[in-house]
């Protein structure tokens, strides 16, 4: 493969975050009592659960997205629209903790951005299985 170092650490800071979310989820589970394996019980523990799932969701098609666009498009349209996801995930984790929704225009960046991701992906390969 090319250079891939760029690609590389987004897809780090990408499972970093993840993380960092289910470190939350224990925290909001020790400070509503929610215990395991319950995932309701408190508003404030199940939006904490919901992030954390929905960035899991989310993650199973933007990290291979992410690679196949950095290796057959560009690996700089990839990183961007990776960065813009983890913004996304910033602002849907912050809104939903706030109150559920709020989470809406975070998560409308981190999907334009998985898009973006899964359409340049297909538009490189097409490319290159057409040359």
Request: charged share 10%; proline share 3%.
């Amino acid at each position: 493969m090319d250079d891939m170092n760029l690609t590389a650490a987004a897809t780090l800071a990408l499972l970093i975050q993840y993380f960092i979310f289910s470190l939350f989820v224990g925290a909001a589970r020790y400070k509503t009592g929610v215990k395991a394996p319950a995932t309701t019980g408190d508003p404030f523990f199940e939006a904490t659960f919901r992030i954390q799932h929905n960035t899991l969701e989310q993650l199973i098609h933007v990290i291979p997205a992410l690679w196949i666009c950095s290796y057959f498009l560009s690996q700089t349209f990839a990183v961007v629209c990776a960065g813009l996801f983890f913004v996304g995930r910033i602002l849907f984790f912050i809104g939903y903790r706030a109150a559920p929704e709020k989470r809406a225009f975070g998560f409308i960046i981190g999907m334009l951005s998985s898009i973006a991701l899964i359409l340049g992906g297909v538009w490189g390969v097409t490319f290159s299985l057409i040359n």
